[in-house]
């Protein structure tokens, strides 16, 4: 039990954290295409789309040969750390959360943003304002973020090496645990990622038909 309650620690730790920087990121970059104008804007738009299908794998194996010891990242000791899944984490829901976040603010901005110039704001100045009306499908798209991370095996696997006490998480343990025959903790870790995947879909479905105030 001590084990399993420190791989869900572990996973909510580190898809939490890719979540957060994936929002950050994602959101600035999505108010960056949704506001203005420059070139090549279009060509991004479009590849933040393509790589909402992106591989895991592909994205771990190109995470391990940066962060491996013959690497041009090698030297800052990431591999096989929770930092080296929180970074896969966030490569992967950067896409997601960029592109749903590019489509809700981009549409506010088209509704709102010549009424926020006319009150004196700047595009900068007018986010703040943008971001409170766009709140709840931004929310949304944080989730669909979470969602991602949490359910992610493969680039973890290559990154995070799967070592016990360290960066096991959910999704590498059930694999492990499935394969040693050990299914009473497969199962109940399976459970625990089904019910918070679960409840993240019903919060995304609750905040998309929720009306708004």
Known sequence: MVAAAEIIRLSLAVSLSATLLAGSLGIMLAALLAMTRFPLRRALVITLNALLGLPPVVVGLALYLLL???????????????????????????????????RVLASAWSIYGHDLQACGASRWHALPALLLISHRPLATALLAGFGRTLSEVGAVLIVGGNIAGATRSMTTAIALETSKGNLSLALGLGGVLLGISLAVSASVLLLTEAPSK
């Open 68 to 102: 491996s010891h013959a690497g041009p990242l090698g030297g800052l000791g990431l591999l096989f750390t929770p930092a080296a899944m929180v970074l896969a984490q966030t490569v992967l829901a950067l896409p997601i959360v960029a592109a749903l976040a590019h």
